[in-house]
């Protein structure tokens, strides 16, 4: 490969290496191996495949990190970039000041999204936009005499960033630890996806005991105090859970009711990965209150969030304004940066010049169906996912769930598929994969060899007792 596209030579490779261990912090690391962690280090990347320091080539499943779509290398997105930041790299967004690629992105997100969501607020990425949406609620209730509404309603398994609300949100145990986030008003209902893979219990029932316990949750903490409740259509980090039929709708029916604002939270599900520009409505059947975006909405070319807030909710905003205090305090730096604005612009153009939604309704149903395939390991407990979300649940046989041994042997699959070529997102015993959008049926042939090899190579180590 040339430098650009793949391996450095030895000395730069050893240099980067050693800078990587004594001085960075990455995010989510293992700090049980800071300043002796092993990197690997991405160079180049074209298509669906990354090339890393050494020159090592992979099939690039997890998109980035969900957020890679329409693949690597795509020079009218570059260009794009490139001349937006010739032009007029940065001017501050604040106040009045407007720059043309986000007004050009805000009235394209408008059209795209459901319902009368037309008012866009920017933000820096997925974390901010989900932090942004909670203060419009906050605001909104405020604005219409009832400042108690403040408490918010989000799940267990929900993940929405790492900014200190997004992450009191976020619903995972694990990402708790050390941390002490607020727990007067955020609550957590039980994950729609906590028994899906339980046959003994049929979708209908499960909705029904879900649904009994928001009600009984709302009861609890009363409507009067209760902002908004934020969800993701499909969980995503949380372990690709996707809810029974139906679930959606109620859900989005019991909020209205009770004048909770609905936040769907699409930084995954949202540019296509469900088949759909936004799943709320086209895969779901619902109009949400507000949309969280980022990720895919640039193909992770630049970093770049977005709230889509509803007409009802901004026109209350501004029609209660108060004259003596009317800033919207809320924004940043970055907020609809022009060079990532122009990102996105370019990247909505080629997914639809390419049908990159089309693309996914065709091939998802069959990347679901070949990993499913997977199911006749013993070491797998479940596939589970939706379109191009998935992920593998991995078990010693007769042990079910996150354990040390389940964690250590979907670990093993990980490491054995990076030796195959293939990079899957390892997270507790579960291998998820989100390949970019692009992915052809040869290359999700390859994803479901690769990994069918990993797994009977781990159960072959736990079976000779060389593994957990
Ligand atoms: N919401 C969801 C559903 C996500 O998956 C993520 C990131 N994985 C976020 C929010 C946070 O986005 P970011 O990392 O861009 O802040």
Known sequence: HSASRGGRDDAVHGRLLADDTRHVLHPWADLSTLGKQDPLVITGAEGVEVVDSRGRRYLDAIGGMWCVTVGYGREEIVEAMAAQARAMPYFTPFGDVANEPAIELAAQLAALAPGDLNRVHFTTGGSTAVESAVRVAHLYHAALGRPGRRHVLSRTDAYHGSTYLAASLSGKQADRVRFRY????????ESPGHDADDTSVSAAERLAGLMAGMEAAIDRIGAENIACFVAEPVLASGGVLVP?????QATRELCGRHDILYISDEVVTGFGRLGHFFAS????GIVPDMITTAKGLTSGYQPLGAVLISDRIAGTLAETADPDKPVFSNGFTYSGHPVACAAALANI???RREDICGHVRDVGP????????????????AVRGDHLMACV??????????????MALAHRVDTYCEAGGLLVRPYENLCIMSPPLVVGAAEIDRIAGVMADALARAEADLRSGTAA
């Not at 409505?281 to 779901?284: A, L, T």
């Not at 069959?366 to 407990?381: C, G, K, Q, T, W």
């Not at 649940?393 to 389940?406: I, W």
């Open 182 to 189: 607020e727990d007067t008003w955020v609550h957590h209902l």
């Open 366 to 381: 069959y990347f679901m169906d070949r990993l499913r395939e997977l199911r006749s390991s013993p070491i797998v407990a």
């Open 349 to 351: 153009e080629l997914m």
């Open 281 to 284: 409505q086209d895969r779901f």
């Open 244 to 248: 029974p039929p139906g679930y959606h």
């Open 393 to 406: 649940e991995c078990r010693v046989p007769g042990e079910s769930g996150p354990t040390p041994r389940n």
